[in-house]
């Protein structure tokens, strides 16, 4: 299958679309820009959740449901954010279609049947959540709120790929209430070191944690703190973001408290979320030409057993030995998969997995039965080993750390060698067009600078690094002072 | 708190509304008819969800996630079920909001962003799922698909109550495609020994499982398999369903396969769904006069610890004892928590988790430290108990099993006193109207004799018990003849 797959280097665009479809993640809906997730995506999501949600909880969360509709007088009362996602936002203007009296077995929109007001489908839900809260806090004692939910949004998109931007996607969105300025700030920046260590530590996959410029805030933030990770054809991806709100929706649905002093004050906000796009990321940092490749962390079968054989006694005699291994693995909590399907030989099989980045993949036929050996292949470096059977389980152990770590310290050094410090426009220009990735240069600050260096480049800024260092120099572009350096790129 | 919850007695459905609200589990949102589910409310929903999926898991199926929007046309396919949903669906017209010039600051539709079809949000995924299945099945090795999705619907109620009937709700549905008719058959009366399992063994929920009359089935169904659940107030609730879809939907979206002989022949389909609506299930069977009672393998909190202290250095003591005592609950896997808010006294406490119905109280005070007892009590039967601290792990572990098991044994009796079989219509009336309950009696299997039952007694048959006795009776209602009793009830 996968010497059907575009290579990277032909295509990367063409590449990814094909892997997503190839490799049984997802595919395109009969709904424009929604995808259909299927069970083997879904499955990485299911992971990814479950790491997270854990993740939420550790750090004091709850998690909540709110409704799918947000009534348009409530999506308008926080003006910015409003018109922040006025212009993709689906709605539901109807309740009820009848008979088409003009076409025999269709059914049209009852005009009857025309809501009062409209609904918007939640394009993220701070709005319906915050008129919610109101109701939630009185005294600073009903304070923090730390409520997470799991949810589908709508952000009617006009150019859709899938996983990395789609019409409706799945996700997460913190949002947390709070009596002080600082306890907000410092939830947001929590959850931004909470994506980093979830993108880190499962995902496999680097990423700079640093505040988004003004133009790059999410609406309706006071700052938006973000993840940005690098993808192989150079170009940056948002991972996640943490939004410190201030008091724009407290004082939006008026939400007040009476503090320990006896004073009504507003409350403070933030919000942060990530979403189903985390698959796309995952997929375009570690997969190569042959398929995907999946970190053993986050892989829904981190081994898989092929047996060899040419008759049912050879195939009873390998499964006698492997059932009990398949056991044994498990009890270690290894997720395996021992594939005796008769109706695909070992070479389609081989291929199958492959394509589906499967990181160990175990084969035994007849010889190893003798010599009691099993061969064991790698998906990340796509390296064999014959290993004896006794050692066999310490050694898949073993392994799929050294994938989970080898695949970081891969994508560490593809972004260290993508990251260039870069002090003059010409340079800039030629960077950006020629070799892609980060490029750390000085900026004035200025959002029209910025929204120029954008027209010549195509390139943004992705973030103003948490650890950026305090260094004098010239704006790339315009040559005033500037103090630190922001981090360019294009993005997706 | 609970002295201002109304007795069952008094107003049963005021109860039940009071209670959601004070045991802080829903409320209603400014969304008509949609609910907000709180974190408490969520965490006894993610119990559910974690059961079920593992069964779920366990019998084969896989996650998936598909549209949440479903294109009229595909919608209006399969005719039975498009007439059946019809007049309950939100419909999404328009995909754009805009400044409203007539009104500054505010928002309207844009009257230009019109979609060319309109989309359905999902009332049920029939549709679109099988219009998707129509890309995945070619031939017998591509069947059974057996897929599940965790995922929020709407239906556009008029009379909506918290958990039981809301506008969006969430659910699981399963939808399942099979090569032969016997198999999906078997699939479908498979999920509905799943789900009796899961409300008998999880929930405590005593249910009846058989099939629904033809007027009680899904729209679009050839045979829906029903739970049927007892409330205390005698009232029945359909708790899941599980459908044999027959070859509708595979003939109305074209999905067809290439059986092992070489012939093309549609593909054979069940769903399969429960949903928020369990939670009110949960609720109304056990609950009492008090608040909320949970039966501890649903219980988001097993146990509570209460300390009762007059200074810090007491509660130094307790806290040291309690400590250790929580962390062999947890290896157990018991979830406990130890209460040491100083915002609140013991009594408020109690009362607290008397309301939120947490299975077990643990109270420590002075006396107890120096005797080396704790007081132990059950929120089922309000009974207290002095245990020697080295007894209450055992104590309390086999604690939890007892409550489980006698909430479980408490609704049988109840719905056995509340099962009356009746052999003419007089009695049939005056036991629905006084007493409530199920009524079982023979009915000439006609849609008319139902429906004119239902307009005398507003009782309708809640199924046709699947362990139903061939016995040879004459209907209640017309004296006609009838083979087997069936079950009537009024039904939420």
Redesign the interface.
């Known amino acids: 299958m996968s010497k059907h797959l575009t290579k990277r280097a032909d295509d990367y665009s063409k590449w990814y679309n094909e892997l997503v479809v190839k490799a049984d993640l997802a595919?395109n809906?009969?709904?424009r820009g929604?995808?259909?997730?299927?069970?083997y995506g879904?499955?990485i999501?299911?992971k990814m959740q479950a790491e997270l949600d854990r993740m939420f909880k550790e750090t004091g969360h709850?998690?909540?449901?709110?409704?799918?509709?947000?009534?348009?007088s409530?999506?308008?009362a926080e003006?910015k954010n409003?018109e922040g996602f006025?212009?993709?936002?689906?709605?539901?203007?109807?309740?009820?279609?009848?008979?088409d009296p003009d076409n025999q077995?269709?059914?049209r929109?009852d005009p009857e049947a025309k809501l009062e007001e409209?609904?918007?489908?939640r394009p993220t839900s701070e709005a319906?959540i915050w008129?919610?809260y109101k109701?939630w806090v009185q005294s600073y004692?009903d304070l923090p709120l730390l409520?997470n939910q799991w949810?589908?949004v709508?952000r009617?998109e006009m150019r859709t790929r899938l996983f990395l931007r789609t019409a409706?996607f799945?996700w997460q969105e913190g949002h947390t209430a709070h009596a002080t300025k600082i306890e907000a700030v410092t939830e947001a920046r929590q959850m931004q070191d909470v994506y980093a260590e979830f993108a880190e530590n499962f995902m496999a996959m680097p990423v700079v944690k640093g505040l988004k410029s003004d133009s790059e805030r999410f609406a309706g933030a006071e700052d938006t703190y973000t993840i940005e990770a690098l993808m192989q054809d150079g170009k940056a991806l948002q991972a996640g973001t943490s939004h410190f709100l201030g008091q724009n929706f407290a004082k939006a649905f008026d939400v007040k408290f009476t503090s320990k002093e006896g004073k009504k004050e507003y409350v403070w906000a933030t919000s942060w979320g990530v979403s189903t796009r985390l698959i796309g990321g995952l997929i375009m940092t570690h997969s190569d030409d042959f398929g995907l490749v999946l970190p053993p962390k986050l892989a829904p079968t981190q081994v898989v057993i092929v047996p060899i054989y040419k008759d049912e006694k050879q195939l009873d005699a390998i499964s006698e030995k492997m059932n009990e291994f398949v056991k044994e693995l498990r009890k270690k909590g290894i997720s395996v998969k021992f594939d005796t399907r008769d109706?695909y030989r070992p070479g389609a099989k081989f291929a199958e997995y492959e394509l589906k980045g499967v990181p160990v993949r175990v084969a035994i036929g007849n010889r190893d039965l003798e010599n009691g050996t099993l061969e064991i292949a790698r998906r990340d470096t796509l390296e064999k080993q014959i290993v004896a059977q006794p050692d066999a389980l310490i050694f898949i152990e073993n392994l799929l750390e050294e994938i989970q770590g080898n695949l970081f310290k891969k994508a560490v050094d593809f972004r260290k060698e993508h990251t260039t410090v870069v002090n003059d426009f010409k340079e800039f220009k030629k960077v950006i067009k020629s070799k892609g990735g980060f490029v750390s240069a000085h900026w004035d600050g200025t959002e029209e600078t910025e929204n120029r260096i954008k027209e010549y480049t195509k390139a943004t800024i992705r973030c103003i690094p948490n650890d950026a260092e305090q260094e004098s120099g010239v704006c790339v572009l315009t040559g005033k002072p500037s103090n630190k350096r922001v981090l360019f790129a294009k993005a997706y």
Do not use: D
């Open positions: 595919e809906s009969a709904v929604c995808m259909v997730i299927k069970p879904f499955a999501w299911e709850e998690n909540a449901y709110f409704p799918l509709f947000v009534p348009k409530l999506f308008e003006e409003a006025a212009k993709e936002c689906a709605v539901v203007t109807h309740y009820r279609l009848q008979n077995g269709k059914l929109v409209e609904l918007v489908v319906i008129n919610t109701g004692r409520i949810a589908n709508v009617w409706e799945l109706t």
